[in-house]
């Protein structure tokens, strides 16, 4: 670590930290550097002098925060040669406080996620590697300190007004809209959310749309309910709604626009705007799931829910993408006329909002700065990751397959050539699965004139291992095309 380094973590430090008073904000950030980088070895701090002039804070205030360090023994100064960390007692000082170890080298973390992590090309897994434990587990233990034990205490509201807050932050800025935080319920999921609208919009029969190829998990909930699905194709711009002008008594419209799901197709404004009008002709909802729409930073992706001024939209969002999938932590946006309904049921079938002791936590590391933080780092981790993906494809793939125009996305549907039999996509998935791997079917994802091939996640993966897992699918491929191939042609 050299001087820059230092200067650039230190920077960043005290444009987050929430402490006022600017000595004790010096002191707090340079010890959370100490502790984040684990120093095992001795760090010469720049003078006082360097510092405040670099930061342009007094050399004063610099001299006391360098003091505080020294008296909590995690420096020490000697005059005339400068500041110096003590080497191994910070790794011991952190053990101390806690039980808890975290892994202290990023290999060990990798190490740990392999085997969890690492499916082949797993759809919907996000990267979790690069997650900032540290920072999490430090946003913990004051979550802890700040709040006791309430915070283990059951919540029946409509989840925490810090992170509903925070949430309304986000969405306002990132998605442009204009949400208010008492339009917040906080469940533990997608999942969840679509069946409150099952359980407080709809009656059986109802008619619900939804794209063609459609998101199965949700398609399969509404199924379980008794809707009546009527599932609409989907072209360059999204779902076709000027094919479903003759439907009538249309309950709700289930759309993923930022990034159509499986096919990675952003929905273009004029479309989003014609599915705000039909919905507003045939008083309906709009069921607007907005899963990974923060991922990839796509221009051009307002979400529906700013276009709407009927308050027709109910909005899903969901941490599953962002932070863990394990959190188990989504939130819906709703109009005003159903927040009660919608948190009363949430609270039948749950009992209470997700783990108000999580909610903190959570609340807690976006306030700290620490989300934006991580997803800034996550939207260049995968953008690299979508490039390396197509490149790879286009080396190896692409003599089978083919992919259509859409936007980055964490998943991409690979469409098989003419050439290639449709058989193929059974016989090469039960291939894929004697050598344990697990590849998932593009066909599954169509109610109507499906398509064969497959969807591959690839989110989960650094480019290394994208190249690793191309090659495999390629050598599958080769090998079970000719098999099929005698089979059909003997
Ligand atoms: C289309 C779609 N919606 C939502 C989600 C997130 O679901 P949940 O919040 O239930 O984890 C996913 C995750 O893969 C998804 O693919």
């Not at 740990?112 to 690069?130: H, I, K, S, T, Y």
């Not at 003419?418 to 697990?438: G, R, T």
Request: charged letters at 20%.
């Amino acid at each position: 670590m050299n001087n820059n380094e230092f200067l650039q973590r230190v920077k960043n430090g005290l444009k987050h930290s929430s402490e006022r008073r600017l000595t004790l904000k010096v002191f707090q950030v340079i010890k959370n550097f100490l502790q984040e980088s684990d120093y095992i070895q001795e760090f010469k701090f720049p003078s006082s002098r360097f510092l405040s002039e670099s930061l342009g804070i007094s050399r004063d205030t610099i001299e006391k925060a360098y003091e505080l360090l020294e008296n909590e023994k995690l420096v020490y100064r000697v005059k005339g040669k400068g500041t110096f960390s003590i080497p191994s007692q910070i790794p011991r000082t952190i053990q101390e406080e806690s039980n808890f170890s975290l892994p202290e080298q990023l290999i060990q973390l990798e190490t740990l996620f392999f085997d969890q992590n690492l499916d082949f090309f797993a759809d919907g897994m996000p990267e979790v590697r690069n997650f900032p434990f540290k920072k999490w587990y430090d946003t913990e233990k004051l979550a802890l300190e700040q709040n006791g034990l309430n915070i283990f205490l059951k919540d029946n509201t409509q989840g925490l007004p810090l992170l509903r807050q925070e949430i309304a932050n986000l969405v306002n800025t990132q998605r442009h809209s204009r949400v208010q935080p008492e339009n917040i319920l906080i469940v533990n999921s997608t999942q969840q959310a679509l069946y409150l609208c099952g359980r407080v919009l709809f009656h059986p029969n109802d008619r619900v749309i939804m794209e063609n190829p459609y998101y199965s998990n949700a398609s399969h909930l509404f199924k379980m309910m008794g809707l009546n699905i009527h599932y609409c194709d989907i072209d360059a711009q999204g779902l076709m709604i000027e094919r479903c002008h003759h439907l009538t008594d249309i309950k709700a419209i289930y759309v993923t626009p930022a990034s159509q799901y499986p096919t990675g197709i952003q929905m273009s404004m004029q479309r989003k705007k014609e599915i705000v009008a039909y919905a507003r002709q045939q008083n309906s909802f709009i069921i607007e799931d907005d899963y990974d729409a923060l991922l990839l930073n796509r221009s051009e992706n307002d979400a529906i829910l700013g276009l709407d001024s009927c308050q027709r939209t109910i909005y899903i969002g969901s941490f599953s993408k962002y932070i863990l999938p394990s959190l188990r932590m989504s939130y819906m946006i709703l109009p005003s006329a159903l927040v009660d309904a919608f948190t009363r049921y949430r609270n039948y079938i749950d009992g209470s909002a997700p783990s108000q002791y999580f909610q903190t936590i959570l609340g807690k590391f976006m306030q700290r700065g620490y989300y934006a933080e991580y997803l800034t780092q996550m939207q260049r981790i995968y953008h690299e990751r979508y490039e390396a993906f197509i490149f790879y494809f286009h080396q190896y793939l692409s003599e089978f397959c083919f992919i259509h125009e859409h936007s980055p996305a964490m998943q991409v549907a690979c469409y098989f050539k003419e050439n290639l039999p449709d058989e193929l996509e059974e016989s090469l998935v039960q291939a894929a699965a004697l050598k344990n791997i697990s590849l998932t079917r593009l066909s599954q994802f169509y109610a109507q004139h499906p398509s064969y091939g497959f969807v591959l996640g690839f989110s989960s993966l650094n480019p290394t291992e994208i190249k690793s897992c191309m090659l495999q699918l390629h050598g599958l491929i080769t090998t079970e095309l000719k098999r099929v191939n005698n089979i059909i042609v003997p």
